[in-house]
């Protein structure tokens, strides 16, 4: 009989797993499952802020990033069985399986702060992180001329973690395009003790962020969002006032796990083996991305990078054949720092982010702001639809991070 595969979540993970595992295992029978048939290119959220680009350009069908001879459920998940080996869904119906795979990311969580949801939301209070926050915020930065523009992260983990920085360095590009940067204080506040969580990235991202005016605010963590006085709340007691807040709400793993016994973590995040990507829950529960409490990056990035492990795990699996440990937290970002510029980060679970060259000693500047990394960051989109999800391999950026090119010296400098 086929073995039977269901993957959970069509989104980066679900998709692309997808498509390499019906390369790799052609007699499978396959099935992707997701609740909606809106495939959002999540880098692209940055973007529509400023009318750099537009919600229609950044979503296409689900359905049709799947290879043919994958079957494509849409519906949402209720919740998964580990003891049968079913995922049951919404509408009462059930999938059996011989190997599942969580890919089903992770949710934002505003209700989960007191007041963010409340007055003011979506008039001055907003997030990016959402295609109907950011639409609206666009709406919004285009009339905001003078005041606090404040940019706020609840607490970690949350997708992509350079975002928010990048979102202040947008806005100081697009407030001195428009000639009013002088009339606006920019302040970026963080629950981190620095800009980022890696300390020579964390010293160059603070750097740019003092050389472009933005107030850095550290170890805030918000208690509350006052959007009709305008002003956040520390736990600790401080306030920071602002006219317009752009705020990254709380994450959590999928609802669905939380109704899973034995599943995930208190977050709904799914704890796996850092290495294998093997759940820690049953043998035949693999998990790929944001779903998962691994310590890397919630990125797309990283979720690539995982594919070709988990897909190559999931066929030893299913051929009683001895894992492969060798997932090592390869992470990389592109970091919009504005005026047409980029920065590169580079690292995994034992390399922190360094300066160097990207993906050899010649290559993409790393941790310095370049026209080449701008443009790489702008042609991710293409390479996101045309060879991510439809799980080709990407030439030079392999699931192992190069060591060739970083300044390994860097990390003692500072
Ligand atoms: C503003 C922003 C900017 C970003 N920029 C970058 C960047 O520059 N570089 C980078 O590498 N990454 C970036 N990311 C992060 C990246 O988009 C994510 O890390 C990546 O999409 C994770 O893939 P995933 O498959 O784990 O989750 P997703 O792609 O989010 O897919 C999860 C899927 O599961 C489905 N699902 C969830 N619950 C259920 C349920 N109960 N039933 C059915 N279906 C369900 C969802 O509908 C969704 O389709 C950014 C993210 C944001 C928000």
């Given at each position: ?246 705020v990254v709400p709380l994450h959590g793993g999928a609802e669905f796990v939380g109704r899973s016994p034995g599943l995930g973590d208190e977050l709904n995040f799914v704890p796996a083996d850092e290495h294998t990507l093997q759940a820690r829950a049953k043998a035949n529960v693999f998990v790929i991305g944001d779903a998962s409490n691994l310590p890397v990056s919630k990125a797309g990035s990283v979720t690539h990078f995982e594919g070709e492990v988990l897909v190559e795990n999931v066929k030893r699996f299913l051929g009683a054949e001895p894992l492969d440990a060798s997932y090592d937290g390869h992470a990389n970002c592109f970091i919009e720092t504005g005026f047409n510029k980029a920065l590169l980060i580079d690292f995994n679970y034992d390399t922190e982010p360094l300066p160097g060259h990207f993906p050899a000693q010649v290559g993409l500047p790393l941790l ?47």
């Open positions: 009989m086929a073995e039977r595969i269901v993957v959970l979540g069509g989104g980066t993970g679900g998709t692309l797993t997808a498509n390499r595992l019906r390369r790799a295992l052609p007699d499978a029978h396959i099935t992707v499952v997701d609740q909606d048939d809106r495939h959002v290119y999540q880098p692209g959220l940055l973007f529509v802020p400023f009318g750099l680009t537009h919600p229609e350009d950044i979503v296409r069908p689900r359905g049709r990033q799947l290879h043919r001879g994958i079957d494509y459920r849409e519906c949402p998940i209720d919740h998964v069985d580990l003891a049968t080996d079913t995922v049951v869904l919404a509408d009462g119906s059930s999938l059996q399986y011989d190997v599942v795979v969580v890919a089903t990311g992770s949710v934002l969580l505003p209700e989960e702060t007191e007041g963010l949801t409340g007055p003011g939301w979506m008039e001055k209070v907003f997030t990016f992180y959402s295609l109907e926050g950011a639409a609206a915020l666009e709406a919004s930065l285009t009339r905001f001329e003078r005041g606090r523009l404040v940019v706020n992260v609840v607490d970690m983990p949350i997708k992509c973690p350079v975002a928010p920085l990048e979102f202040c360095f947008l806005a100081d590009w697009y407030l001195r395009e428009r000639g009013v940067r002088d009339a606006v204080e920019l302040t970026y506040v963080t629950p981190l003790d620095g800009a980022f969580t890696k300390p020579v990235a964390s010293a160059r991202l603070a750097g740019l962020l003092a050389a472009k005016g933005v107030e850095l605010v550290t170890e805030f963590n918000t208690g509350e969002v006052d959007g009709g006085a305008g002003r956040l709340i520390g736990y600790d007691g401080r306030e920071v006032p602002f006219d317009l807040a752009v310095k702001e370049s026209r080449l990394n701008h443009l790489g960051k702008l042609m991710f989109q293409w390479f996101y639809w045309h060879s991510l999800l439809p799980g080709r391999d990407i030439p030079g950026i392999g699931a192992e991070m190069p060591a060739a090119g970083k300044e390994t010296g860097a990390a003692q400098n500072h």
